[in-house]
């Protein structure tokens, strides 16, 4: 049950009147309403009536939510008094209302009536000296309300047209194409900016159609209610947002806009989706969108094979491409784009010099949705050119499985054109090259683990010291892959102990690590015997979580200095942080038998009394 307490003392009856509106507000579903703990219910009230006012009382709640309350007037007559309050909901006309709160003293305490506008079940209605004032401010209240509503409305739709006025669409040129409007208006909508997409409802035009209210209101209503709107979002993740096609005549015009989500490249055809939008012209010669209840709830059209294809030309028209001057470069840069899920920059890698099937591109495409659902990392194994052909091998590295298996490799096919290197989705590579790829495929997953640069540590192992400034390199590197979930440039700077545990103790931590989506800053380089370590602290992106702080180590291996990812090294804070020191150290002796480890147990000393000294910091 929601219990509120809604005056005390001698509070002024308007700022009782703001604050039960504000308490009423604030109720949701789940709550219970009480009328006799929120108003001064008369006590003998029916069960009948209780229950009536409750609902009404629930119905006002409902109307409230959202709302920025304001104080219109007071009146007050003896222990009597009626309050004008303004319900407002940004711009939105039609939604704006004054609401009349009725009040009464109660054990010197002013407490809200029942109902609404009223003096109705507070027990007074046969008080001679209540009848006169109960009635006057009754009256008042129900003349004003409606009237300052009305006055009220009527100032938000002035504000509203000056709001229009100052928008980018209204201040577009007159001759903006509807392509080009109907972009605007989409990013407007995704944002729920109610002047400017009025703005591309006509709402820009000097004379004001007859319908353009009824317009304002049902696209307010629908900003205000609709949890999601049946429109394409130029600003969403992983989307492709095109025009395919624009029909225009002397006063009407249609726009088709291809949706592709780039997550649902497994189903093909699914992830297109697309939309038409009837325009109209204007007095003015302006071009808007022809206002319906359909618009903001567009049901989207599965295309058929020819519309597929005009949206493969039009997409890649809309991302001319960056040429780059090797295969590798073009490669890591596509790579770059796959791992980061930017299609736009992927596509940005394509030639125009041959055309390119709708097939084609949403198996170029695909590999968007291995990176973004299963979190693979793709990684380059390797290029080779002959003429002006090359081929990219690579492989979408899953964390859970190590294992490098021949069926997973995938490959680009680059051209080389006037302007530099390009890929060519659905071409084939080439007899020769094939064969170099099959050759590659073939290789074991050890060869490509040391290609990567991951090193082995092989039992028993010497330690070594490490210069300072290779230290402090070598470290900042391994903080920059671990923030930029650089899996090649993690490889590069780690080792694991000989055999297949190893590989899989880091690719765990890994994994860990890249879905933590930390921010991971490198605050000191610790020496001490022959031990090196680093203070890490990974602070994630909620501000309100701590900071996790590590201290990982540096090895000795036959390739130089490395991070052992599994013998990282918690602040002992808990007893379950400890256990997992113990192990890591346990582990550490297994390798290096021959060195000493008091020399970690004071770097570790030194890295808790740092953490303690960051945290402490504002």
Known sequence: MLSVALAAGEQDPAAVALDFLGKLQKVTPSDEIDATEMTALFPGTTEARRTEIESALRG??????????????????????????????????????????????????????????????????????????????????????????????????????????????????????PAELLMHFLEAAAARDLPSVLAALGGAEDELSEDFQATAAFVASSFKRAQELGLPDPSAPDHLLTVIEEETKPSTAVVSVGDFDCLKTRRGADALRVY???????????????????????????????VQEKFAVALLA?????????????????????????????????????????????????????????????????????????AALWLPFD????????????????????????????????????????????????HWYEKLGLAEVAT??????????????????????????????????????????????????????????????????????????????????????????LLHPLISTPEGPRILAEAILYTEDTRGRRLLNDLARKRLAALFPSADLDPLREILRRHEALAEEDRSRP
């Open 318 to 390: 809309a991302h001319p491409p960056v040429a780059a001057e090797s295969p590798e470069i073009l490669a890591r840069r596509a790579l770059q784009a796959i791992a980061t899920c930017d299609p736009g920059s992927l596509l940005e890698s394509v030639t125009r010099e041959e055309s390119t099937p709708f097939d084609a591109l949403v198996d170029f495409l695909r590999p968007l949705t291995t990176a973004r659902k299963l979190r693979r990392r793709p990684v380059l194994l390797g290029t080779c050119t002959i003429g002006d052909r090359a």
């Open 460 to 549: 028993p192992a010497p330690l070594r010291e490490t210069p300072a400034d290779e230290a402090g390199s070598i470290f900042a590197g391994w903080a920059d892959a671990l923030q930029r979930q650089d899996l090649a440039g993690a490889f590069a700077r780690a080792a694991v102990p000989a055999g297949e545990d190893g590989r899989r103790h880091l690719m765990e931590y890994l994994g860990t690590e890249f879905s933590s989506d930390c921010d991971i800053q490198l605050l000191k380089v610790h020496t001490e015997g022959s031990w090196t370590a680093a203070t890490l602290r990974h602070q994630p992106q909620d501000p309100k979580q701590p900071a996790t702080y």
């Open 60 to 177: 006002l709640a409902n109307e409230l939510a959202g709302a920025r309350l304001d104080v219109v007037e007071s009146r007050t007559e003896g222990s009597l008094a009626g309050v004008l309050m303004s319900a407002t909901f940004g711009l939105n006309a039609s939604a704006a209302r004054v609401h009349p709160v009725a009040l009464i003293v109660r054990d010197d305490t002013w407490l809200p009536a029942p109902v609404e506008g009223t003096f109705e079940n507070l027990g007074i209605d046969y008080l001679p000296d209540f009848t006169a004032p109960s009635h006057r401010l009754a009256k008042w209240m129900k003349d004003e309300a409606p009237k300052r509503t009305r006055q009220l409305r009527q100032r938000l739709l002035t504000d509203l047209r000056d709001s229009i006025r100052r928008t980018e669409i209204a201040r577009m040129p007159a001759a903006t194409p």
């Open 399 to 446: 964390l859970s499985h190590p294992e490098i298996e021949p069926d997973r490799f995938l490959h680009f096919t680059l051209r080389r054109y006037d302007q530099g290197w390009l890929l060519a989705p659905g071409q084939k590579p080439g007899d020769e090259l094939d064969a170099w790829i099959e050759e590659q495929s073939a290789r074991p997953g050890n």
């Open 276 to 306: 038409a939008f009837d325009f109209s012209r204007t007095s003015s010669g302006r071009w808007q969108l022809v206002p319906s209840s359909q618009l903001l709830f567009s049901s989207p059209a599965v295309p058929s094979p020819e």
